[in-house]
């Protein structure tokens, strides 16, 4: 079955400690993006990614750092600069950078020890 | 500014009962307007979507939704909603090609 697979389900970070979020499709979409949310703020955007080795900034992007160096592959690093970083993280693909229908994975819980 | 407006944070309703979940926008061009529902612990999926043409459009699950430009709104409605309706709510507002903002969410709650 095709769709996105994130990766750990629950993750959690000592101080200090960058993490890395796992994010892969098998969908052949060319658009994949990182969306953090947060309980009573809805989702906000990471970063995204169009093509192969290009991402651009989102919303919030400081304290984070992402690669595209496969189309399946989208990771996402929390870096020890990011100072709150509990979170639930949701990675979306769709086939361009259209509105045309995000699909979701199934999320990552990020909590800080 | 850009922005999407959900009034209610939390709504319970009944089984069996209608619903009607409101979502307010601002937009400076033609929007593009979607729903999309969460589940605890879950990614989100898409319910329905308005890109043009007729300003009512049907949804999965029985959802529909109406676009009324006067009043910058694209709430959600079902006739009767069942147990297995109790999620979280998104509405989201985006260009053709520009990235999408978010409502804050409504969260469902169904009474037996």
């Known amino acids: 079955d095709g769709g996105i697979t994130q990766s750990p389900k629950y993750l959690f970070r000592k101080e200090g400690q960058n993490v890395t979020l796992s994010c892969e499709q098998n969908l052949n979409h060319d658009a994949m993006y990182w969306y953090r949310q947060d309980p009573g703020q809805g989702l906000r955007l990471i970063y995204y990614s169009q093509i192969v080795n290009d991402f651009q900034k989102g919303d919030i992007a400081e304290g984070y750092s992402v690669s595209r160096e496969k189309k399946e592959s989208f990771p996402l690093t929390v870096t020890s600069a990011q100072k709150n970083p509990t979170a639930f993280y949701l990675c979306a693909s769709s086939i361009e950078t259209t509105n045309e229908k995000l699909f979701f994975g199934s999320g990552t819980q990020l909590s800080v020890l | 500014a850009q922005s999407v407006t959900q009034p209610d944070i939390h709504i319970t309703v009944s089984e069996g009962a209608s619903l009607e979940l409101r979502c307010n926008y601002s937009?400076?061009?033609?929007?593009?307007l979607f729903w999309y529902v969460q589940s605890p612990g879950q990614g989100l999926q898409l319910l329905l979507k308005y890109f043009s043409g007729d300003t009512l459009v049907q949804g999965i699950k029985g959802f529909e939704a109406e676009f009324k430009r006067s009043q910058s709104s694209f709430n959600l409605r079902k006739p009767s909603v069942h147990w297995s309706d109790a999620a979280e709510y998104f509405c989201?507002?985006?260009?053709?090609?520009?990235?999408?903002?978010f409502g804050t969410g409504t969260l469902l709650a169904v009474q037996p």
């Open positions: 937009y400076g061009a033609t929007p593009y």
């Open positions: 989201a507002v985006g260009g053709a090609t520009n990235k999408l903002i």
